[in-house]
């Protein structure tokens, strides 16, 4: 980060949003046009939308896996009991 402070403020790199890092409204549409409704994802933050989409299934396996045990009844005080006896 030091050795970028000297870049200043890039452009691509500010502001915009989404639709500036698609590329602008026309490039909206034509993913649009090619049955590419949803886009998970901005390149100026996370990479592309098949990156995201692994983190994101990871994280709902998690969750999955987290509720599942709950609703087992198990917490953190269940646990501890079982591994001290």
Do not use: C
Request: avoid cysteine.
């Amino acid at each position: 980060m030091e050795a970028g402070i000297e870049q200043g403020r890039r452009p691509e790199l500010v502001g915009g949003g989404l639709i500036r890092s698609l590329g602008g409204w026309q490039a909206v549409k034509d993913a649009r046009f090619s049955g590419q409704d949803r886009v998970k994802s901005d390149h100026r933050i996370l990479g592309d939308s098949g990156f995201v989409m692994e983190v994101l299934a990871e994280a709902e396996e998690k969750f999955e896996r987290f509720y599942e045990l709950k609703s087992k009844g198990y917490n953190l005080d269940t646990i501890a009991l079982a591994w001290k006896s």
